[in-house]
């Protein structure tokens, strides 16, 4: 309510036109309409200010962090700028233009959508005034505003671009990966997905996203689907198909949402856009290198794009282990159990530590500490059982850790 607790009047009364309609709509839910709101005001904000924001006091910044980056991030922020700077703008913006006006928006996005002088449709920049076109599009349909993207998140992308496609030579074929830090509010989930969809319609590669906080990863996903939605893409076979993006789910969710091919319960290989979650991408490479062909190459086809990655990598171990099946070792754990239950003594479990495996000391150890740790556990306190995992989980902080 005290986002549209306002005045009917002046500048006001654009954003109440705008909420009037959307609160109207009988497809909006009630939940979303604080984020929709909310939406709606930081747009406005933008929007008030677009005719203010200057490309070369962009790049003027980008420019302080000069002296602590790699010369070759640097070199990317160059080329950004030789290919954004002063005069080769998305778009021209005149003062007599109201970007509120039907017909001065409708000039604007016929602007944003046209080629620079000297490149063709799906080439450099056309690829990415393409995505910002249809992004406007989407936007334009559903609150009737103009999105423009700001300079910082067209540099960023294209620094991005850069580094996906530069010439490999020997000073460069170390570098991997890439990390930008965006601040709040400067539209990094556009960012993110721009850079998804670029990765598949002019890399011909397929994008994995990971957002490893699930409300977050399923909003993101619901505001960008349609703009997937807006682009084919070439299959193998030669033909044009829709582009496929598809989001990671639980099981329980996947299986209530049977008509809906864009809800799955792990990554679909066939997917040229994925978001998901740490825990369903590591299960997806890990079964690549469990599986006896290791087709590793198929890594060259696949580019993974982290949301949060201070959160992913840095704040949690950057490895996860992965447990290969023992078959042999397996039913000696079992076995190891079995007489654990049955109140054997310590004397009793030294014949598995002498049946000749190299790992029979390791396996009793193991079971017996944390058999003792499992007499003490308390169901419901400490642990539960977690139909989406199949296992029992740890408690902590009240919320069952699949990992534990």
Known sequence: ?????????????????????????????????????????????????????????????????????????????????????????????????????????SAVLEELRRPPPGQQQGEGMAVFREIFYQWAVAMRKQFNLLVLPHHTQVICLLAFQRFLEAPIDAKQASITALIAQVGTGEGKSMIVAALAIYVVVASKKQAHVVVDDETLLDRDFATFRKLFDAFPVTGKDGRRRPLKAVLCVSEERAAAAKGDSGLVARVDPEADICYCEAKHVQSFYASIARNEQRDFDSYAGRVLILDEVDALVIDEEPNEPF???????????????????GNATSEQLMHFRSSGHPAAARVVHSVSQEWEKGKRMVAGEDFVYTKESGKYCALHAGRANPKA
């Open 1 to 105: 309510l005290r986002l549209v607790d306002r005045p009917e009047s002046g500048h006001h009364q654009v954003f109440l036109s705008r909420a009037k309609v959307l609160v109207e709509n009988e497809a909006t839910a009630p939940k979303d309409l604080k984020g929709l709101l909310s939406h709606i005001e930081t747009m406005l904000f933008f929007l008030k200010y677009a005719k203010s924001e200057d490309v070369s006091l962009a790049h003027v910044e980008f420019k302080k962090q000069a002296k602590e980056l790699d010369f070759r991030v640097a070199n990317y922020l160059a080329w950004a700028e030789r290919e954004y700077g002063p005069g080769r703008e998305l778009v021209q913006l005149s003062n007599s233009q109201s970007l509120l006006d039907v017909s001065d928006v």
């Open 323 to 341: 447990v290969y099946p023992n078959k042999e070792l397996s039913e000696m754990a079992t076995k190891v159990a079995e007489s654990l239950l």
